[in-house]
């Protein structure tokens, strides 16, 4: 069989293109038709040339790491390009189809071709179990990359003022973020030697107990160093929730707003934010 | 026996700990403090631990009765420089020094001491400056 499959090599990769572009899932906007084809011909190439009798009842024989390095490379790519699982998944089946179709345009028996069909579809589903798990990997590398992305992104600590910290947060408090959060936060006060943060939470979808103890922890450690730590950006449905659940911050400086929490610093700081004379003098000759 | 130095600025006691304190010598310093605090009848503490990278909850317990021990004795505490690996060990111990103040280095807490001890003479009521943990 494996001899017929190898004369007959132009043939598969004919039918087969001519399966994944009739298909109605096909995705030319991701990938060239041109690209498809080449990524195509290596394949079958790989697969057919290392075909025999005897590896066709084990996809893990070493014949075939070609084969599962090239779907590992092929289903990795598509993964990060964005290809659908059932798109992935298709790319390998039609050549199955492809490859029993051959085979069936072979005259020969029926027992024998029933055998060797099941064997071939047998090696195919391997490889696309393989494809599958390749794919999701690929996904879930591109998902770690990006929570790492948003870790990253999420925290900045900005100085507002000489002496005065501010630091946005955005997205779910968990507990690892909180350490991100506070090791960031405590650290550029040290390095500014700030005295004031502002932790401004109105960026954080939900305040549940958890996250109002990673808070309070957060606002802990500032003290102890000497800082003072301010909470802004309390919309009124964390409020609610806050005294609905029974969450006491009353130890804490709260402001609804940044503004707030601003004008709280620059007074305790005995700093004073004025209109220049030229502009009240201005709004006085209106009046 | 180690010992860790305890010098007298002005009107001010300057504690500075520059080596890892081990069980031991933390209770030393703490006695050795009292005895001074009484002695020179200062105002103000200053205990300036930027050196410190490791704290335990014996350490952080030390602390805490240093600072209830001189107010005792009617003098404030201010621990000063403190590492933000070491707050955060702090604060996941439960052990957010109740009743000792604050300052990010020894120039802010010389300050916060000479604000608390002149409201103290005038007897004023509150400033907005403080940072008590209380």
């Known amino acids: ?287 | 026996m180690e010992r860790i130095p305890i010098l007298k600025l002005g009107a001010f006691l300057l504690v500075t700990i520059q080596i890892d304190l081990y069980d031991r010598l933390a209770l030393d310093l703490e006695e050795d403090l009292v005895a001074m605090v009484e002695k020179t009848s200062v105002k103000g503490v200053l205990i300036d631990i930027s050196a410190v990278g490791i704290v335990d909850s014996f350490m952080g317990k030390i602390l805490g009765n240093i600072g209830s021990m001189c107010k005792l004795l009617d003098a404030e505490t201010v621990v000063v420089g403190m590492q933000p690996a070491v707050a955060i060990t702090l604060v996941e111990l439960g052990l957010p020094l109740k009743g000792v103040y604050t300052a990010l280095n020894v120039d802010k807490g010389m300050e916060l001491l000479r604000s608390k001890i002149e409201i103290e003479d005038i007897v004023e009521a509150d400033d907005d400056d403080d940072t008590s943990l209380n």
């Open chain 1, 1 to 287: 069989m494996a001899h017929t499959l190898n004369n007959k090599k132009s043939e598969i990769l004919e039918l087969w293109m001519k399966n994944q572009l009739a298909d109605s899932g096909l995705r030319d906007d991701l990938i060239s038709n041109k690209d498809l084809r080449v990524q195509s011909e290596e394949l079958v190439n790989a697969l057919i040339t290392n075909l025999n009798d005897n590896n066709i009842n084990n996809s893990e024989s070493p014949d075939f790491d070609k084969v599962t390095e090239l779907l590992g490379g092929i289903s990795i790519s598509r993964a990060r390009q964005g290809f659908s699982p059932r798109e992935t998944g298709n790319f390998i089946l039609t050549l199955k189809e492809a490859l029993l179709e051959i085979l069936r345009q072979e005259p020969s028996d029926v027992n024998v071709l029933f055998e060797e069909s099941l064997k071939l579809s047998r090696l195919l589903d391997n490889f696309t179990i393989l494809t599958f798990e390749t794919f999701i990997k690929g996904r879930e590398e591109v998902i770690l990359r990006q929570t790492d992305e948003i870790t990253d992104i999420s925290t900045p600590v900005i100085k507002v003022w000489d002496g005065i910290l501010a630091m946005p947060i955005i997205g779910t408090l968990d507990s690892a973020r909180t350490q991100v959060v506070m090791e960031n936060l405590l650290q550029k006060i040290v390095e500014t030697g700030s005295s004031i943060a502002i932790l401004d939470i109105s960026g954080v979808p939900a305040v549940d107990s958890l996250v109002a103890q990673h808070l309070l922890k957060a606002v802990s450690a500032t003290r102890l160093m000497g800082a003072d730590c301010i909470i802004s950006g309390i919309r009124p449905e964390i409020a609610q929730t806050i005294v609905h659940l029974g969450i006491d911050l009353s130890q804490i400086i709260t402001k609804a707003s940044l503004a707030g929490a601003l004008q709280y610093a620059f007074k305790s700081l005995r700093l004073e934010v004025k209109r220049s004379a030229l502009e009240v003098k201005g709004i006085t000759n209106l009046q």
